[in-house]
């Protein structure tokens, strides 16, 4: 791999993707007449060689449960105990993923060293399941009456939809030409998604994190394939799945997974294979900033929901009834009046 996992202060990966998020500031929302504006921010992911990836026309920053437990503590003696409690929580729930995410990742290095489509094909059979389990428990509790989160549903949605193109491009190249590698994938899916649909169901800022590391991992590769295969993917066309998807013209579902960017300030050009591994690439990233925004309760929204508020002077930007994690939602609603559709 380009970079090794390792502890910091957080334990998240240092990773090149997660030197991108390390900062970040608490999304309020507010009346639109005092929203912050949206600024033009230049954020790079640090590579091997200094190279830069740039992210412009992005939404404020999204917190770290981390920061938002460190923003809350206050002198009080009760309020700090239950912080740092916190706090050790998070890191506990951090440890098992990054150990989780390590022991995988070398069981792929060690059966996919020299064949890189089969293991963006397995990648790709994995990656989208985290949102289908996201969105099973959530229409779960929808049925019990205790959540509605309707942003929630449709940037996961996007984000298995975008997936799922990445899974296609994959095929379309031969990765799934051997029974053994598509056996593979898709039994650890379906363990996968139950394993994820449990954590979730516990703690679902410690799926959103696992799924963070997963994105990374996934990041990291594409970028090392880039880096090392970059001058022959430049001589080799693009499949048509993929001009297809990232040139097509409907591209709602595209905008909608990435969360931190304005919608229509992304529109890739395909070339040739080099653009769709640099597109994929980036698309990883985007995934990556969103389970790290999802890890701070009431943290997500909608990209297009900031558009639609601009669009209304007199509109008010309101969080959505819901909870965290079935306990949250069996307490509250027993204690509260059950959620409402907004």
């Known amino acids: 791999m380009a970079s090794t996992a390792m502890f910091s202060s957080s334990l998240f990966p ?63 003696d009760d309020t700090s105990s239950t912080s740092a409690w916190e706090k050790g929580v998070i890191k506990v729930e951090q440890s098992v993923n990054i150990f989780l995410t390590d022991s995988v990742i070398k069981i792929l290095d060690a059966l996919y060293r020299d064949r890189n489509y089969a293991r963006f094909f397995v990648l790709e059979t994995i990656a989208r399941v985290p949102y289908f389990a996201f969105m099973s428990i959530l229409h779960m509790y929808e049925s019990f ?28 190249l031969g990765g799934n030409a051997w029974w053994f590698d598509r056996f593979l994938a898709q039994h650890i899916a379906i363990f996968y998604y139950f394993m994820t649909a449990l954590m979730y169901l516990i703690s679902p800022r410690m799926a959103y994190h696992f799924s963070e590391c997963v994105e990374s991992h996934a990041f990291e590769t594409y970028d090392k394939f880039i880096k090392e295969q970059g001058e022959e993917l430049k001589k080799m066309p693009a499949p048509e799945v993929a001009v297809n998807y990232y040139t097509g013209g409907d591209l709602y579902l595209f905008d909608e997974f990435r969360t931190s960017r304005v919608p229509n300030t992304r529109r890739p050009t395909i070339d040739n294979l080099y653009d769709v591994f640099l597109n994929i690439r980036d698309d990883e990233a985007e995934h990556c900033k969103t389970m790290r925004a999802c890890q701070t309760y009431g943290n997500l929204r909608s990209p297009h929901s900031y558009a639609d508020a601009e669009d209304d002077d007199e509109s008010v930007c309101t969080i959505e009834a819901g909870c965290e994690g079935i306990v949250d939602c069996i307490k509250k609603s027993v204690t509260s009046n059950p959620a409402k559709v907004k």
């Open 14 to 76: 240092i990773t090149p993707l997660n030197k991108l998020s390390s900062s970040r500031n608490s999304l309020i929302f507010r009346p639109l007449s005092f929203r912050p504006p949206l600024f033009r921010i230049r954020s790079s992911l640090l590579q091997d060689k200094e190279d830069k990836v740039i992210t412009q026309n992005t939404f404020p920053s999204k917190t770290s449960p981390l920061d938002s437990v460190t923003e809350n503590s206050t002198n009080d």
């Open 145 to 172: 009456g205790w959540w509605r989160r309707a942003d929630y549903l449709k940037v996961h949605f996007a984000e298995s939809w975008n997936e799922m193109h990445h899974l296609l491009i994959m095929e379309e």
